[in-house]
């Protein structure tokens, strides 16, 4: 068995590597985090690693969301393994880690050497005894987004597993077109793999092409072209909101969101914080650094003071529906009217 990690590992894929290349597995697992593509891809590859043939093995259970009946897991979790090296109970989203549960701790602290235990937990408390039973007795697994160079990085090594040249800026603008959930980008990654194979190159038309606008970009243009005054273009996009279904108070809410962040960013830039580092500036009004490169242009020609009074138009607009004054579907476009 391996050493139990008593704290938050910097890099929980290396520790899980070395884990399977050493075979020196803990007796209990928790994975967790904001990044669930890398923490479900490595929770696979432990799970593969002690018990190869899942579908012919006695020695396997897995508890998913609502099967996750407490009593049924402590009793699995300390049963001996049949015919294999490890018995292995893995248990997803119950729960357990949101809140203590005492009856699940001091199972935890009778799993024995032939047994591991997996948790798969994207809402967890720090605070819970369960949390400070597998962080004192097994292996806490943290997964956060990689920054931006460290997905561009993933990106290039995805492409050149089918030796596909790339374009220079291709992976810069597949994370501002489909973001930094790896789930959407290893989705959108496929789409232009499949694609670009037969030619062998990876071009910036082909994200163009591909990749799949969400509402969320759609949204962001809407209020590019808003803070450019350019009404054709605003009214245009905002039909293509209609068109995906977007919910007339999610596009307040999300306007909103927009001109308080330029707000902020205006602030930040005319103010004694102008020389920070742009991560820091991010930081400071929530959204990710690789983001910052989109907002930084729709400052020009508007002041603090500008977007502030457009921020307040926003607020009037979600009033004015939850008041009954206006219809969700009339508020966002008197909305609109009035930014322009």
């Known amino acids: 068995m391996a050493p139990t ?9 290396s520790i899980v590597k070395e884990h399977i290349a050493n075979r020196s597995f803990s007796r209990i697992y928790l994975f967790c985090g904001s990044e669930q593509y ?6 696979n590859n432990l799970v593969n690693a002690v018990i190869p043939d899942r579908e012919n093995s006695m020695s396997y259970t897995r508890f998913v969301s609502e099967k996750c009946d407490i009593n049924t897991i402590c009793s699995d979790m300390v049963t001996l393994p049949f015919f294999d090296e490890y018995r292995l109970t893995v248990v997803e989203d119950s729960g357990y880690f949101s809140s203590s549960n005492d009856k699940l701790k001091e199972a935890l602290e009778t799993v024995g050497e032939q047994n591991i235990v997996i948790f798969y937990e994207m809402n967890i408390d720090k605070r819970t005894s ?10 806490v697994l943290e997964f956060e987004t990689p920054d931006e160079a460290t997905l561009a990085k993933w990106i290039i090594s995805r492409f050149s597993e089918d030796n596909l040249q790339i374009q220079r800026g291709v992976p810069e603008e597949l994370i501002l077109t489909a973001g930094d959930n790896m789930l959407n980008l290893s989705n959108e990654l496929e789409k232009i793999r499949s694609y670009a194979m037969e030619k062998g190159t990876v071009t ?37 909101l209609v068109a995906l ?15 308080r962040i330029l707000a902020q960013l205006s602030f930040i830039q005319n103010g004694r914080d102008k020389a920070l580092p742009a991560r820091d500036k991010a930081m400071l009004v929530g959204i990710k650094p690789f983001a910052l490169k989109k907002y930084l242009p729709q400052l020009n020609g508007e002041s603090t003071k500008a977007l502030l009074k457009k921020s307040e138009l926003c607020q009037a607009a979600d009033y004015a529906v939850k008041s009954g004054q206006l219809s969700d579907t009339n508020s966002v476009e008197k909305l609109i009217i009035s930014l322009l």
């Open 38 to 43: 890398l923490a479900r891809q490595c929770m």
């Open 130 to 139: 369960t949390y400070k039973a597998v962080q004192k007795l097994g292996t």
């Open 245 to 259: 279904k977007a919910s007339p108070m999610y596009i307040i809410s999300m306007i909103s969101r927009h001109f």
């Open 204 to 240: 910036l038309d082909d994200i163009s092409l591909l990749c799949s606008g969400k509402i969320e970009d759609k949204i962001f243009e809407m209020c590019d072209a808003i803070g450019r005054h350019d009404e054709k273009s605003a009214i245009s996009r905002y039909n293509d």
């Open 5 to 13: 990690e008593n704290k938050k590992t910097e890099n929980p894929m």
